[in-house]
C-alpha cells in the first residue's frame, strides 16, 4: 500500500478508469446477448441469452477460485510461458499494486474477468437453436479452463510464450485470446454439435431486428472500455484507442453498407449492424498500435473480407448459425495481420514497426501468432468437446429442438401472446 | 495490454519525417535542388500549423480529466442508439428498422465526414475566415492534433473524439421528422454535406472562438438542437406529410422500445452536458443540472397531460424528460440547481403547446423534432440568458457582458445567437435540398414502398418476421 501514496492522483484516475472500462465490457455480454436473440425464432430466444448470461455466473466463479492467477500470475518451471501458478487463488492479492503501482490487482482482474466472460458467450452464437444447456455449461468451464487461461497467460501474462517477452506478437486487446478464439472455437463447435435440422433448407429471418440493433449499440459503447480500457492508463494511449475503435467500427458499418448496396441494391439494418461488430472486432488487436488512419484501413477492409468470409460459410453449409467464424474469427485474424503491418512505433513506443513501416520481421510474428492461436484453440475444442461426448449428449433431442429450447430447457416462453410460432 | 505512453512526437521530429518521405535518390542535382528549395519552406509552413498555440503553456495531460472526456464520449455515443430506439418505438412497426438505420448509419457517416474534414472545420484556426469556419486542413483525418488540446488538459485526440459524438447525434435527430417516407438514398447524400456546411461552421461560430463566441451555450443549445429542429422542420416542409396522415393516426408499435431509448438518452446525457465541462473539477453542476432538469420535465409534461386529458401517459413522461433535457443543454454548467428545474418545467410545458400545435396545423414533423429540440433548444437559449448565473458564468465572455450591460443584454445576446442559428440551418438546408433536388435525387420513396413499408422497400428486411401478417411468415 505504501506505492499508493507515492502518486495518488494518478493511480486514482488510471484505477478509476480501469474499473469504469471493466463495467462498460461487462455490459458487452448482455449486449451480445440481445444481439444474438435478435437472430433466432422467437421459441429459442430466452436460450439463446441465457448461454451468454450463464457464463456472467460461471467465468465469474472460476475466475475468482483459480482463474485470474492461472491466467495472470507468474508461472514456474517449464510451463511458466504457458500457464501462470495458483499462488493468486481465491484473489487473495486483491489489494497488492499491479505492475509499477498505479493500479490495484483487484481493478485488473475484475477488468480481465469481463474478457474471459464474453469470450465463451462469443462461441455461443454458433450453436443456438439446438444445443444441450447442460452439455453448454460444461463446455464454458472447460473451455475457459484449459482453452482461454491458458492463451490469455501466453499472450498477456508474465513471461508468455506470444507477448512481449517471448515472441512478441501485438495483441492489444484481445485479437487473438478474444477474437480468434472465440471464433475458431465456434467453428469447431458449430462441426462437432451440428447443423440445426431446418438449416439449410428452412432459412428462418431475425425475430427482432430492434434486438440486434439495440444489441449492436450497446456492443459499440462498450468497445470503449474494451480497447480504451486496455492501455490501463488514462492517458493519450487510451484516447489513441478509444479514437481507432470509433472510426474502424464506422468505417466498417459504412463499407458493409456499400458493399450490399452494390450486390444486393438494398442496405440492411443488419449489414449495418454486422459491419459494424466486423470493424470493431478488427481493430481490437490494432487500437493502441495504429494511427486514425491506419484504423480507417483496417475497418474498410473488415468490412470488405468479413462479407466475403460470411458468403463463403453460407456456402459451406457449416452451420456457424450466427456467423462467429467470419465475423470474429476472420475480423480477429485480420485486425492481427492488419497490426503487423500498419503498426507504428511513433505511434507508440512499447510496441513495434509494422511491414509497411519496413519491419517484416513482426508481420511474420504476427502470422505464427494467430497460426499458434489457430491450432491451440481448434485442437483444444475439438478435444474438450469430445470427451465431453462421452459423458453427455452435446444436443438438444429432435422433439425439444423442434418445439423451441426455451420451453424445453428453460420452462418458460419470451413471448406469450403475441407472437405465433 | 502494458502500461505504454503516447511519445512526445515535436515538431522537428515531423519535419525531419516529411523532409525524408520527400527525399527521391537518383535525380538530377537540379531536379533535387528545386525539391528541396519547395519542401524546406512548405515543410516549414507545416510545422509551424502542427506547434499547438498554447505551446509555451507547457500544459500537461490531467488523468482524471482525460477519463472524464473519453467515458463522456463512450455515453454520447450511446445516446444515438437510444435514440434509434426513442424514434423507433413511434413508428410502424414496417418502418422500424429504416427509422433506427438512418440513426445507425450516422455512426459511420458522421464518424468519418468529423474525422476527414469536419473536426477541422469546426476548430481549428480559420485565419482570414476564423470568424465563421476553421481550417479544413489542419486537422483533417485527425492528424496533427496537438498533444494537449489549448487551455484545457487533455489531449487532443480525446477533445476529437467527444466532439464526433455530437456530430453523430445532431444529425439524427433530423430524421426523426422525417420517418416512414424519406428515401435512404437521399438521406445519406443530405447530411454529409449538411454537416460540413451547416454543422461545423455553426460549431465554429460558437465554440472554435468564431462570431457567436459571446453565446452562452455549454453544451450544443444552438448548435445541436435548434440546427437539427430547424432543419427537421424545413425538410419536413419540403418533403411533405406521410400520405395516410393525419386521417389516420397511428399508435406507436413499441412504447416500451421509446421508454428503453429515454433511459439510454438520459443516461447518455450525463456524458453530453456533464463532459462538456471538459475538465473533473465543476463537472458536477452539470451532471447535476442535466439530471434535475430532465425530472422537471418529466413531472411537468405529466401534469399537464393529466390536467388536460385526465391521465398520464408513459409517451408523454419520456417526451417531457427528452424536452427537459434538451432546455438545460445550452444551460447546464451555467445556471444554480433550482434554475435548472424551472429551465426543464418550462421547456416541458412550452414543448408541449408546441406538439398540440403541430397537430392543429397539420404540419407532419412526424416524430416531433422541431417541436421538442427546435422549440426546446431555443426556449433553453433564451432562458440561459434569463438563468445564468454571474458567478457560474465568470469565465465566459458572456460574463462580461452581463457585468458590464446587465441581463436585458445578456438575453438579446442569446436572442441573436438563435437567430443567426436558424438562418444558417435554414439557409443551407434549402441550398443542400435544392441542389439535390437539381442533380435529380428522389426525396421520397414511391407511393408503392410508403405503403408496403420503407424496411422491406428501402433494405429488403422486416424487423419481426415472425409477426402475423408477414410475408416471411412460415
Redesign the interface.
Known amino acids: 500500500m505504501q506505492l499508493f501514496a507515492a502518486d495518488t ?2 493511480h ?3 484505477n ?2 480501469v474499473l ?1 472500462s471493466a463495467a ?1 465490457v461487462l455490459m458487452m455480454t448482455p449486449a451480445l446477448a440481445l444481439f444474438y436473440a435478435g437472430f433466432v ?2 421459441r429459442n430466444v430466452l436460450n439463446t441469452m441465457v448461454m451468454s448470461f450463464a457464463a456472467m455466473g460461471l467465468v465469474s466463479v472460476l475466475w475468482v477460485l483459480f482463474g485470474y492467477s492461472l491466467a495472470f500470475s507468474p508461472g514456474s518451471g517449464p510451463l511458466a510461458p504457458f500457464i501462470g501458478g495458483l499462488q493468486w487463488a481465491g484473489l487473495s492479492n486483491w489489494s497488492a499494486p499491479y ?2 503501482g ?1 493500479l490495484s490487482h483487484g481493478a485488473v482482474a475484475f477488468f480481465q474477468l469481463t474478457f474471459a466472460i464474453i469470450t465463451p458467450a462469443l462461441i455461443s452464437g454458433a450453436v443456438v437453436e439446438r444445443m444441450n444447456f447442460r452439455a453448454w455449461l460444461a463446455f464454458v468451464a472447460l473451455w475457459s479452463t484449459f482453452v482461454y487461461l491458458p492463451l490469455a497467460h501466453m499472450v ?1 501474462g508474465p513471461g508468455g510464450f506470444l507477448g ?1 517477452e517471448g515472441l512478441g506478437a501485438l ?3 484481445g485479437g487473438l485470446v478474444v477474437e480468434m478464439a472465440s471464433g475458431v472455437g465456434a467453428a469447431v463447435t458449430a462441426a462437432v454439435v451440428g447443423r440445426r435440422r431446418s438449416y439449410p433448407q ?1 432459412n ?7 434486438f440486434i ?2 444489441g ?3 456492443l ?2 462498450g468497445w ?2 474494451f480497447n ?1 480500457g ?11 484507442a ?2 481507432t475503435t ?2 474502424a ?6 463499407g458493409w ?1 456499400v458493399i450490399e448496396t452494390v450486390q ?7 449489414g ?2 454486422t ?2 461488430v466486423a470493424g470493431l472486432v478488427a481493430i481490437t488487436p490494432a487500437a ?1 498500435f495504429v ?3 491506419g484504423a ?1 484501413v483496417i475497418g474498410f477492409a473488415a468490412a470488405v473480407i468479413c462479407n466475403w468470409a460470411l458468403q463463403l460459410k453460407n456456402r459451406s453449409g457449416l452451420d456457424d448459425s450466427l456467423d462467429v467464424l467470419p465475423v470474429h474469427g476472420v475480423a480477429g485474424f485480420l485486425g492481427i495481420l492488419f497490426t503487423g503491418l500498419l503498426a507504428l512505433k ?6 513495434a514497426d509494422g511491414w509497411l513501416a519496413g519491419n517484416l520481421a513482426q508481420f511474420v510474428i504476427q502470422l505464427k501468432a494467430a497460426g499458434f492461436t489457430l491450432l491451440w484453440v481448434g485442437v483444444g475444442t475439438f478435444v474438450i468437446l469430445t470427451l465431453l461426448k462421452t459423458l453427455m449428449p452435446l444436443r438438444a433431442s429432435d422433439a425439444d429442438e423442434r418445439q423451441g429450447l426455451d420451453i424445453n430447457a428453460h420452462g418458460e416462453e419470451a413471448y406469450n401472446t ?4 | ?7 512526445g ?1 515535436g515538431a522537428s ?1 515531423t519535419v525531419a519525417r516529411i523532409t525524408e518521405s520527400f527525399r527521391v535518390p537518383s535525380q538530377s542535382r537540379q531536379r533535387r535542388f528545386l525539391i528541396a528549395a519547395l519542401t524546406v519552406p512548405a515543410a516549414q509552413l507545416l510545422a509551424a500549423g502542427f506547434q499547438p498555440a498554447h505551446a509555451a503553456e507547457a500544459a500537461t ?4 480529466d ?2 472524464l472526456l ?2 463522456s ?3 454520447v ?2 445516446m ?3 435514440l ?2 426513442f424514434y ?1 418505438g413511434f413508428v410502424q412497426g414496417r418502418n ?3 427509422t ?2 438512418m440513426s ?2 450516422m ?3 458522421a ?2 465526414v468529423w ?1 476527414s474534414f469536419g473536426f477541422s472545420l469546426a476548430f481549428a484556426d480559420g485565419g482570414a475566415a476564423q470568424a465563421v469556419v476553421g481550417n479544413p486542413f489542419r486537422y483533417a ?3 496533427n492534433l496537438p ?1 494537449v488540446w489549448g487551455g484545457l488538459a ?2 487532443g ?2 477533445f ?2 467527444f466532439q ?1 459524438m455530437f456530430a453523430i447525434i445532431t444529425p439524427a435527430l433530423i430524421s426523426g421528422a422525417l420517418v416512414e417516407r424519406i428515401s ?1 438514398r437521399f438521406w445519406c447524400l443530405f447530411t454529409p454535406i449538411w454537416l460540413l456546411l451547416v454543422y461545423s461552421p455553426l460549431a465554429h461560430m460558437v465554440w472554435g472562438g468564431g462570431l457567436l463566441g459571446k453565446d452562452l451555450d455549454f453544451a450544443g443549445g444552438t448548435v445541436v438542437h435548434i440546427s437539427s429542429g430547424v432543419t427537421a422542420l424545413v425538410l419536413a416542409g419540403l418533403i411533405g406529410a406521410r400520405r395516410q396522415w393525419p386521417q389516420s393516426l397511428r399508435p406507436p408499435h ?1 412504447v416500451t ?1 421509446i421508454l ?1 431509448g429515454t433511459g439510454l438518452l438520459w443516461f447518455g446525457w450525463f456524458g453530453f452536458n456533464g463532459g462538456s465541462q471538459l475538465a473533473v473539477g465543476g463537472a458536477e453542476i452539470p451532471f447535476t443540472t442535466t439530471h434535475v432538469a430532465a425530472a422537471a420535465g418529466l413531472v411537468a409534461w405529466s401534469l399537464v397531460e393529466t390536467w388536460r386529458d385526465g391521465k398520464p401517459t408513459a409517451v408523454g413522461m419520456a417526451t417531457g424528460a427528452v424536452a427537459g433535457l434538451v432546455g438545460i443543454t445550452p444551460a447546464a454548467g451555467f445556471v444554480t440547481i433550482g434554475s435548472a428545474m424551472a429551465i426543464g418545467a418550462i421547456t416541458a410545458v412550452l414543448c408541449y403547446v408546441s406538439v398540440q400545435l403541430k397537430v392543429k396545423l397539420r404540419f407532419d414533423d412526424s416524430l416531433d423534432t422541431y417541436a421538442v429540440h427546435g422549440v426546446g433548444g431555443t426556449a433553453g437559449a433564451l432562458l440561459t440568458g434569463v438563468f445564468a448565473s454571474a458567478e457560474l458564468i465568470a469565465a465566459h465572455p458572456a460574463g462580461q457582458v452581463l457585468a458590464e450591460q446587465g441581463r436585458a443584454a445578456l438575453v438579446v445576446g442569446q436572442l441573436q445567437a438563435v437567430l443567426v442559428a436558424y438562418g444558417l440551418a435554414a439557409g443551407g438546408t434549402f441550398l443542400i435540398a435544392g441542389v439535390l433536388r437539381g442533380c435529380g435525387v428522389r426525396f421520397r420513396v414511391p407511393e408503392s414502398a410508403e405503403n408496403l413499408g420503407v ?1 422491406v422497400a ?11 401478417g408477414s410475408p ?3
Not at chain 1, 264 to 270: D, E, I, L, Q, Y
Not at chain 1, 346 to 351: D, L, W
Request: hydrophobic content about 50%; proline content about 7%.
Open positions: 492522483a494518478l486514482s484516475a488510471n478509476g478508469f469504469i462498460l425464432r422467437s505492475g509499477d498505479q498477456w512481449p495483441d492489444f486487446a428452412h428462418s429471418p431475425p425475430h427482432n431486428v430492434p440493433l439495440l449492436a449499440g450497446l459499440w459503447f470503449f472500455g480504451g486496455s492501455g490501463l492508463v488514462s492517458g493519450n494511449l487510451a484516447s489513441l478509444c479514437l470509433n472510426t467500427g464506422a468505417a466498417a458499418a459504412l453498407m444486393r441494391g438494398k442496405p440492411t439494418a443488419v449495418v449492424a459491419g459494424a493502441g494511427s486514425p488512419l480507417l511513433s505511434v507508440n513506443p512499447a510496441g403475441e407472437f405465433t410460432v | 495490454m502494458s502500461t505504454l505512453n503516447i511519445p512526437d521530429e495531460v490531467s488523468g482524471p482525460n477519463l473519453l467515458l464520449a463512450a455515453m455515443l450511446l444515438t442508439p437510444g434509434a430506439f423507433g422500424v428498422l429504416n433506427m438505420a445507425f448509419v455512426m459511420g457517416l464518424t468519418l474525422a483525418l485527425l492528424e498533444e487533455v489531449p485526440v480525446s476529437a473524439l464526433g435512404f413499441d422500445q428503453l424496411d428501402e433494405h429488403g428486411e422486416e424487423a419481426y418476421a415472425e409477426r402475423v416471411q411468415r412460415f
